[in-house]
Structure formats: structure tokens, C-alpha cells
């Protein structure tokens, strides 16, 4: 059974500072690795897919370790507005897309 | 304009009913999806299409049935509905399978 997890949190950081949480997953056939972050109530949307050679979006950055399987993500100086759930998203192969439950992220003032 | 559009956005029912939520996506997109998230905020993968063949059948009741009449739409019919199916309901797209996925707004299923 092909699974990926993730620390559900919550994550209470305050306003600037760094946060990092990671996803492992079980598969290492697995070619596709994404960050999505959904709002309440909301549509999971894409922060950012993730490369092997990692990469970095502004205050994202996002790294893969192939050989232990996990993937991480890291915000600096957060934001107010960061505050979200963060689903690490995991795939290849016939059975498309697997979603984390999702890391529930906190920015308080 | 909505990229991928579903609705109803809401759905209230009572248990036994048959419901319908219909999907579209404007984006050219070949493959389509439904997924289910639960109370627990659990997302978890039903359906999935690719020009309007079934692609994905994950484990689910018999007494939902996905149909794919054209590959920008792809809706989903509940039968005998449970308390159980009370979930939101995603409909997805993507270009290529798997890939970055787009997603409607949600249905928020209630069976009373």
C-alpha cells in the first residue's frame, strides 16, 4: 500500500519566523512530488512542485531526499497570510496522485 | 472564468436519495478526477479519467458511478445515499497524468 505521511501539527509559530515539516512516503518508484497548501473551507492549490535538485520559490523552498523518501518544505519569515494546511502530494504510475493528510500550519502575531 | 467548475457547491439530503454533482473544466485538460475529503480532511483519490476512459476505479461502493460524456466533464451519481458519504467532494483536472492537478471549488455533501 503506497502511503505518505505527514505530522498533522498543528504548527504554532510566530509572525517571521522560520518553519520547516517534512513528508516521508513508501513508494520508491515514486517520480512526482508536489506541495499544496488548502485554506479552510477551501480548494487544495499549488504551492510548489518538487525537484530532485530542490528548489525555491521566494520564502518556499522545497527539497527531496530520494534516498531516505521524504520530502520537506521550509517558509521563511512566515507570514500571517501562510497560515493554511500544507499537503505533501506523491506519484507515479498507474495509481496517480497520493495526498498526504495534510500538516495544519499556525502563524500567530 | 472557472477553470474547473462544479456544482452544486452545496448539497443537503436525506439518506436513501440519488444525487448528482457535475464537473467541467475549460482548460484542455485529458484527465479528470474525483476525489473525497472527509471530516478528518483526509483526501483521498475515487475516480479518474483520461479522455473520457476510466483510468483510476479505487475501492469504492458500487452506488457511486462516475460518467465522462466528453473530457472536459466528468460527474459524478451517488445511489442510496448514507450518513457516511457526507463529505466534500473535488473535482480535479490535468494535462498530463500524474500531474499538477486543478481543482474545483468543492461540493459539500450533508445526507441527513
Known amino acids: 500500500r503506497k502511503e505518505v505521511e505527514q505530522d498533522p501539527g498543528p504548527f504554532n509559530v510566530p509572525e517571521g519566523a522560520t518553519v520547516a515539516f517534512n513528508c516521508t512516503y513508501s513508494?520508491?518508484?515514486?517520480?512526482?512530488f508536489f506541495w499544496y497548501r488548502q485554506d479552510c473551507r477551501k480548494e487544495p492549490k499549488l504551492l510548489m512542485s518538487?525537484?530532485?535538485s530542490g528548489n525555491e520559490d521566494g520564502r518556499f523552498t522545497a527539497q527531496l531526499n530520494r534516498a531516505s523518501q521524504y520530502i520537506s518544505l521550509l517558509i521563511r519569515d512566515s507570514k500571517l497570510s501562510d497560515s493554511a494546511t500544507y499537503l505533501c502530494?506523491?506519484?507515479?504510475?498507474?495509481?496517480?496522485?497520493?495526498f498526504g493528510k495534510g500538516t495544519h500550519l499556525i502563524i500567530q502575531p | 472564468d472557472t477553470a474547473v467548475s462544479q456544482t452544486p457547491k452545496y448539497l443537503v439530503t436525506q439518506m436513501g436519495n440519488d444525487k448528482s454533482i457535475k464537473c467541467e473544466q475549460n482548460?484542455?485538460?485529458?484527465?479528470m478526477y474525483w476525489y473525497k475529503q472527509d471530516s478528518k480532511k483526509f483526501l483521498k483519490i475515487m475516480f479518474s479519467?483520461?479522455?473520457?476512459?476510466?483510468?483510476i476505479n479505487e475501492t469504492v461502493p458500487n452506488r457511486f458511478s462516475p460518467k465522462s460524456p466528453d473530457k472536459a466533464h466528468l460527474n459524478l451519481h451517488i445511489n442510496s445515499l448514507e450518513l457516511g458519504d457526507s463529505a466534500v467532494y473535488f473535482c480535479?483536472?490535468?494535462?498530463?497524468?500524474?500531474?499538477?492537478?486543478?481543482f474545483g471549488e468543492g461540493s459539500r455533501l450533508t445526507v441527513l
Open positions: 482548460l484542455g485538460h485529458d484527465t
Open positions: 513508494n520508491s518508484a515514486s517520480q512526482s
Open positions: 518538487v525537484y530532485s
Open positions: 502530494v506523491v506519484g507515479g504510475g498507474a495509481d496517480g496522485l497520493t
Open positions: 479519467y483520461n479522455n473520457k476512459e476510466l483510468i
Open positions: 480535479a483536472s490535468s494535462h498530463l497524468f500524474p500531474g499538477e492537478l486543478f
